[in-house]
Structures are given as C-alpha cells and as structure tokens.
C-alpha cells in the first residue's frame, strides 16, 4: 500500500521550499540534514514548528524540506509557510486556526532594487552645494 504524502511550496523574499509530510515521528529534515544541524539558532527552529504548535500536531509527521535561495530568516519562513499550506491539504479544518495566525499569508516584502544615479534603493549620494 502507497503511503500518503503531502506537499506544499512556500515563499519568502527569496527562498523557496519545498516542503514533503508524511506520518511519523516528528523528524524534520531540511536538505537531508537535521533541523538542529541546519539552522543554529533557536528562534529559527520556532519559527519553523510554530504552525505544527498552533494546531496542536508536533509529534505526528515527518516533514522533509529542500530550500534554497535566501538566507536563514528567510529560509526559516518560507519553511513555515510550506508546512502552513501542507497542513491545509491535511486537514481542512486547520485553516481558522491557520489563518488567524497569519501563517498562510504569503508575507509580499521582498527587498527593493538599487536605482541608477543612487547610492543605493533609497539612500543618495551626499549633495554639496559647491
């Protein structure tokens, strides 16, 4: 028998997972490394179990995880967004407590390009009168 798995993709600024559930034991595996391995710091690892918290599953699946792109706050939410929408396709029924979190809403900020003439997106070059 096929075991069931469910997948999702999640964004931000520039990262992008892709984010595998199956049943199991809680292990979360980010690039076929552990999440402890992956990412050193703690509120990274909350923010990446805060979904599975908020509908009260931790424990339950296994989720494997490739990102890429970004750097790790980005990395850390577009994971969290991913496993945010795996978990909808789940069960519908943890879209309330999903979205009232503000964890399906895909966050839009992304950084903004660097203009000609400029030092930077919005910063000038000093100006002198003479």
């Known amino acids: 028998m096929a075991e ?3 997948n999702a993709t999640g964004r931000r600024k520039s990262s992008i997972a892709q984010v595998f559930m199956k049943p199991g034991t809680g292990n979360i ?7 402890n ?5 703690e509120t990274m690892k909350m923010i990446i179990q805060q979904p599975l ?7 339950k699946y296994d989720i494997t995880v490739r990102v890429k792109g970004g750097g790790y706050s980005g990395q850390a ?5 991913g496993i945010s929408r ?7 029924d943890f879209r309330g407590k999903l979205k009232k979190e503000g964890l399906l809403t895909r966050d ?4 903004e390009r660097k203009k000609y003439g400029q030092k930077g997106a919005r910063a000038r070059f ?5």
């Open 77 to 81: 939410a577009a994971i969290r967004h």
């Open 108 to 111: 839009p900020r992304v950084v």
């Open 126 to 130: 000093q100006f002198s009168k003479r």
């Open 86 to 92: 795996a978990l909808l396709s789940v069960n519908s």
């Open 29 to 35: 595996i980010i690039n076929k490394k552990p999440l």
């Open 53 to 59: 918290n908020v509908v009260a599953v931790t424990g």
């Open 4 to 6: 069931i798995e469910y």
């Open 37 to 41: 391995r992956y990412f050193p710091y």
